[in-house]
C-alpha cells in the first residue's frame, strides 16, 4: 500500500506503507491517516534528523559486518563479490524530512491518508 504526503509547501511525497511506518512511529502518528501540522514540523524535523544520523552510525558498522561475511571466507580469501547497497533511512526519509523543512518555512501542513 502506497502513502502519499501532500502539502502546500511541497510536491507531494510517495512511499510504501512499510517504508514510511517507521518514520511515522518516530513522529508518533498513525500510517493510516494523520497530519503534522506547521507548528509540530520543527519538532519532527529535529527527531527525523536525530534519528538520521544514529541510522548512519548503525548502518555503516553493519555494512562493514555484510562486507566481511559476504567477501571473506574462513581463509580470508576475497571471493570479488560485489558489495551490497541497501536503501538506508535516511535516503527513505530525506524527501519527507525535506517537504517538513518547507513546511515549517511556509507555515503549512503536512497531511496523508486524506
Known amino acids: 500500500m502506497l502513502i502519499t504526503f501532500k502539502s502546500k509547501a511541497a510536491a507531494d511525497v510517495v512511499m510504501y506503507e ?6 511515522l512511529d518516530l513522529l508518533h502518528k498513525d500510517a493510516a491517516r494523520g497530519v503534522i501540522s506547521a507548528t509540530e514540523a520543527g519538532n519532527a524535523v529535529a527527531l527525523l534528523e536525530k534519528q538520521i544520523v544514529a541510522s548512519k552510525n548503525h548502518e555503516a558498522v553493519e555494512a562493514l559486518e555484510r562486507d566481511i561475511h559476504a567477501h571473506h571466507n574462513d581463509a580470508h580469501d576475497d571471493h570479488n563479490h560485489e558489495r551490497i547497497e541497501p536503501v538506508t533511512f535516511s535516503a527513505r526519509a530525506y524527501p519527507l524530512l525535506d517537504m517538513l523543512r518547507e513546511a515549517q518555512k511556509g507555515n503549512h501542513d503536512v497531511l496523508w491518508g486524506v
Open 18 to 23: 512499510s517504508h514510511a511506518k517507521p518514520i
